[in-house]
């Protein structure tokens, strides 16, 4: 199970930080990525990180602003949100998948989400 937290209202150039809580051993088995949707949008890639931790992948829409990274010990992916801006208004997900890959039908396991408000 996954479970997304962290969520909130920021005003732009604020930051948040978003955890993600991976029950049991689904932190060490697989991928885990975070996406998020809009109202009236489709679910969109956020970033991912590898098995080990080492590869990550992120959207071009937030590189250089968000980090992702993985705490194995308290079974955590937190994403480290910095100079948010209004167009990253979104429900986030974390999820589960096999495979590092920015395609949400690609991962298996999904949490609820939670939300991110950035006012302008």
């Known amino acids: 199970q996954l479970q997304a937290s962290g969520g909130g209202l920021v005003q732009a150039g604020g930051s948040l930080r978003l955890s993600c809580v991976a029950s049991?051993?689904?932190?060490?088995?697989?991928?885990l990525g975070w996406f998020r949707q809009a109202p009236g949008k489709e679910r969109e890639f956020v970033a991912a990180?590898?098995?080990?931790?080492?590869?990550?992948a992120y959207a071009d829409s937030v590189k250089g602003r968000f980090t992702i990274s993985k705490d194995d010990a308290k079974n955590t992916v937190p994403l480290q949100m910095n100079s948010l801006k209004p167009e990253d208004t979104a429900v986030y997900y974390c999820?589960?998948?096999?495979?590092?890959?920015?395609?949400?039908?690609?991962?298996?396991?999904w949490g609820q989400g939670t939300q991110v408000t950035v006012s302008s």
């Open positions: 049991g051993r689904t932190g060490s088995r697989y991928v």
């Open positions: 990180i590898g098995l080990s931790g080492g590869n990550k």
């Open positions: 999820a589960a998948g096999s495979l590092l890959l920015p395609f949400p039908d690609r991962y298996d396991y």
